[in-house]
């Protein structure tokens, strides 16, 4: 499975940005997803996971309340919807897939990983 992730930018604090990420290959929509930031000199966090079929998600408290993640299993996509931007969700991101259908947090459940998506959110 490949994953192309696309929808990053520059933004002021306060605003808004949606990251996609489109899955090809071998994909089936049974996959749980997720999204990962790592900022500069960070180590890679867990940001929000839905699963299989987006009746559940997962948020780390930093983002809750202003992200959303979201799937569409016929387009074979995930979003992140970002709102209230701070300076510290500056970062790359990142889309994973699971090898569990359910969202989860745990970082090794994910195998397949995108390029990621560079988001810098200015105060």
């Known amino acids: 499975v490949q994953l192309q992730a696309s929808g990053g930018g520059w933004v002021q604090a306060g605003g808004s940005l949606r990251l996609s990420c489109v899955a090809s290959?071998?994909?089936?929509?049974?996959?749980?997803m997720g999204w990962f930031r790592q900022a500069p000199g960070k180590e890679r966090e867990f940001v929000a996971g839905?699963?299989?079929?987006?009746?559940?998600?997962v948020y780390t408290d930093s983002v809750k309340g202003r992200f959303t993640i979201s799937r569409d299993n016929a387009k074979n996509a995930v979003y992140l919807q970002m709102n209230s931007l701070k300076p510290e969700d500056t970062g790359v991101y990142y889309c994973?897939?699971?090898?569990?259908?359910?969202?989860?947090?745990?970082?090794?459940?994910?195998?397949?990983w995108g390029q990621g998506t560079q988001v810098t959110v200015s105060s």
């Open positions: 290959g071998r994909t089936n929509g049974n996959s749980g």
């Open positions: 839905i699963n299989w079929s987006g009746s559940s998600t």
């Open positions: 994973a897939r699971s090898i569990q259908t359910v969202a989860t947090i745990l970082r090794d459940l994910y195998r397949s």
